[in-house]
Antibody, heavy 119, light 106 residues
């Protein structure tokens, strides 16, 4: 069974970098899937941040593209998110998720991790 | 970017009610629409994809319809476990986008 698990600091200072990792189990990360990050500010809706394929191809939300980098670590079967120059507006629950193929929906999600941006 | 507008944003209902939620896209997205259910403190759960295909394991009281710009999610007989927030998502064009959500409450 596919499982995803987010990890990373729960508190980041303003202007700093938010870095999260999603550990994948039950499937190899180089299995031709797309690996996404989605966030949800407290009490608000869902926002797609972007996705990456194991070959290195990535698609980012233009609203965040200038501040986002995603990467894949095949040796650890995990993928990562770096969000730079964060502000309080980046406070959210961050989810990682999988799309089996390019046109598929998110079928597996992590449990989510709350990241607060505050000094 | 494609905007998805869900209505209503909040819906008060009772067990046994038939519930319909609408999702309108700012431009045509064929049938590239997905519905998720989210309960407090939990990740979204996939209900329906390709506008009308029920995900494996999802009860048959859930159904979806529509294509182009207008879509609906229907719960034929609301059960206690269905009280949640429902989101639509389009997979037609980058950036992928979600609707604002529809909270179904008692």
């Amino acid at each position: 069974q596919v499982q995803l698990h987010e990890s990373g600091p729960g508190l980041v200072k303003p202007s700093g970098t938010l870095s999260l990792t999603c550990a994948v189990s039950g499937v190899f990360i180089n299995n031709n899937n797309w690996w996404s990050w989605v966030r949800q500010p407290p009490g608000k809706g869902l926002e797609w941040i972007g996705e990456i394929h194991h070959i290195g191809s990535a698609n980012y939300n233009p609203s965040l593209k200038s501040r986002v980098t995603m990467s894949v670590d095949k040796s650890k079967n995990q993928f990562s998110l770096d969000l730079y120059s964060v502000t309080a507006a980046d406070t959210a629950v961050y989810y990682c998720a999988r799309r089996p193929f390019y046109s598929d929906p998110f079928d597996y999600w992590g449990q989510g991790t709350l990241v607060t941006v505050s000094s | 970017d494609i905007q998805l507008t869900q209505s209503p944003s909040f819906l008060s209902a009772s067990v046994g009610d038939r519930v319909t939620i609408t999702c309108r896209a700012s431009q045509g997205i064929r049938s590239d629409l997905v519905w998720y259910q989210q309960k407090p403190g939990k990740a979204p759960k996939l209900l329906i994809y390709a506008a009308s295909t029920l995900q494996s394991g999802v009860p048959s009281r859930f159904s979806g319809s529509g294509s182009g710009t207008e879509f609906t999610l229907t719960i034929s007989s609301l059960q206690p476990e269905d009280f949640a927030t429902y989101y639509c998502q389009q997979l037609n064009t980058y950036p992928l986008s979600f609707g604002g959500g529809a909270k179904v409450e008692i």
